[in-house]
């Protein structure tokens, strides 16, 4: 069993043809210490076939480029790339041709129980039992997506929302920064995404199963 951890961090946009947008990101082998650059390029004609609004184009082109990288680093792009510039390029041929929208949200905190879930970093002592609803979670809390999450934000609380018929769910009243960015709000958290911050990081850890005998 071989594992490879990668820290991903985003660059921003790169210097762009006019038939495709290009997104950039720094990876780095935290074993060897080994860095590389990978470009995303996504062709227009693909973006047009998805038929994106500008706040759409905002919030999934970048998801989609991140998700990009982290497939082939799956399959491992990375191995070896010490100095190296990756180029990925993504059109109507090798893509999906449906809108890019990483709904449901995913998170790794939502445990679900009878009937509804539980908020695992929900505080306990607010009377709520931590309990959520999957709508308020998907579409309320502040929290970004465990896929495109920084790996620096820490020390995450919810608070529940009550209302006249329960609890509606919850929203975020403490989290914390392990590279020392002060939040003057818990609401900041929702920036922690790539495209957002600068300081945006994501860790990817991949095991590689070692093949015995003969392709």
Known sequence: MNIHKYLIKYRGIGLQPCYAKIFVFLVEEMTTKDTFTVNVKI?????????????????????FALNKLKEALTKGIGIGAKDNIIDIECSTFNSPRTKPIMLPK????????????????GRVSDGTEQITTMK???EGCVLPDQRLRCCHLTGIETLGIDSNTGILGRKVVSALCNIGKEFTAAEECSQCKPGHRDCW?????????KRIGFE
């Open 43 to 63: 062709i227009e004609e693909l973006i047009n076939q998805w038929n994106l609004s500008e706040t759409e184009k905002r919030e999934s082109l970048i998801p």
């Open 106 to 121: 995913k998170c790794e905190f939502l445990e679900p129980i009878t009937g509804a879930f539980r908020c695992k970093v």
């Open 136 to 138: 308020f979670c998907s």
């Open 201 to 209: 990081t994501y860790l990817l850890e991949i095991i590689f199963e």
